[in-house]
């Protein structure tokens, strides 16, 4: 079974709906194609202490602000799912869900994009998959030998099931000193990153964030010198528990450990930690297998772009992965930019 339309959105996460809203007001035929049976992309699946780093009206997407949840600053992941919810209804977003996208073909005028419910044939493809299906692992010597449990942050929900435990939480951004002040108290807990934690002052939150994104995209498209970015700022935004748990002084960091042992860490000193468990908040990777026919991955597994759209297929536009394809775009404040921008572009190819 084959299936016709201008544009294939592939995902149906913040990112997905940021595109689908914008090719809805500019009259473009398309179908938003998710693997997820119910909506909230990735939000559906966060830890439950996780929360956003802006107040909700400042992590809104395209036509329609985030209300604000009750009793919360910063909202939490099962208010953002309510919000992709019910902004995916009010838009009356073509969503198909439980969709899995397995290749994209290049076929003549069209790009096929076959999934484990028939094929699509499209004159464009936004792909807005993002990175929480490729949880990366790093290869730290002893990984394979350590014989307690090992999980990604991806994995992580609560700390009840850690009460009493010896645990290693690695890594040193914002998931890694959210869990980590997720455990203190719950936990023996021991924090371990490859540089000294680097928080932002207090009062800097996402607004603060998209704005040092946008500036250094800003500069570098004008051949200026790189601000540096989010990173010049810091690793870690203090949220509320974050900033409770490391101002009662339970969030101690020390340097990364060399290798895993059978019961837990070693470091270059010889120093030994017995572990229960080892959380990696090692980041991810952007989930882009199913371009993997059309060959267009060069270094670091990135498919190079000019804006949102890819230099060597101009059919293809990403979205929601990062700096390298807008900035701040993997946020919900930040992807409304690239979804509008791939939008028009998309638009104008179709003529």
Not at 86 to 91: A, G, I, P
Not at 132 to 158: C, D, I
Not at 259 to 276: M, P, Q
Not at 340 to 350: F, K, M, P, S
Request: aromatic share 8%; glycine share 12%; with cysteine.
């Amino acid at each position: 079974m084959s299936m016709r339309t201008d544009v294939v959105v592939i995902g149906g996460g913040q990112s997905g709906l940021a595109a689908g809203y914008h090719l809805r007001r500019l009259g473009v035929d398309s179908v938003i194609l998710d693997a997820q049976a119910t909506p909230g992309g990735a939000w559906q699946h966060a830890w439950d202490s996780l929360r956003l780093f802006s107040p909700a009206a400042y992590s809104s997407l395209p036509g329609r602000l985030m209300p604000p949840q009750s009793g919360q600053t910063y909202p939490d992941a099962a208010h953002v799912v309510e919000y992709l919810a019910d902004y995916e209804k009010r838009y009356e977003l073509p969503v198909r869900r439980g969709v899995r996208v397995s290749a994209v073909h290049r076929d003549g005028a069209f790009l096929r994009v076959g999934t484990d419910c028939g094929d699509w044939r499209a004159r464009a493809v936004i792909s807005a998959t993002g990175t929480w299906t490729r949880p990366f692992l790093p290869a730290v010597p002893g990984r394979r030998e350590y014989t307690g449990r090992q999980l990604h942050t991806v994995e992580y929900e609560s700390p009840a099931a850690f009460a009493g435990q010896r645990v290693i939480v690695v890594g040193g951004g914002n998931s890694g000193a959210q869990i980590a002040a997720d455990l203190a108290g719950h936990a023996d807990l021991t924090w371990v990153t490859r540089r000294p934690p680097r928080y932002l002052a207090d009062d800097i939150d996402g607004r603060a964030l998209f704005d040092a994104a946008t500036a250094r995209r800003r500069a570098l498209d004008e051949g200026r010198a790189d601000t540096g970015g989010v990173a010049s700022l810091g690793d870690i935004v203090a949220v509320p528990p974050v900033r409770a748990a490391r101002d009662a002084g339970l969030l101690h960091a020390r340097p990364m450990f060399s290798r895993l042992t059978a019961a837990g860490a070693e470091w270059a000193d010889g120093t030994r930690s017995v572990a229960d468990a080892v959380i990696w908040c090692t980041g991810f990777r952007p989930a882009l297998a199913h371009f993997a026919a059309l060959r267009l991955r060069g270094a670091r597994g990135r498919i190079a772009t000019d804006g949102t759209r890819a230099v060597d297929e101009p059919r293809l536009h990403l979205i929601g992965y990062g700096d390298w394809t807008g900035p701040a775009s993997a946020t919900l404040i930040g992807v409304g930019r690239p979804a509008r921008d791939a939008a028009r572009e998309v638009a104008a190819l179709l003529g």
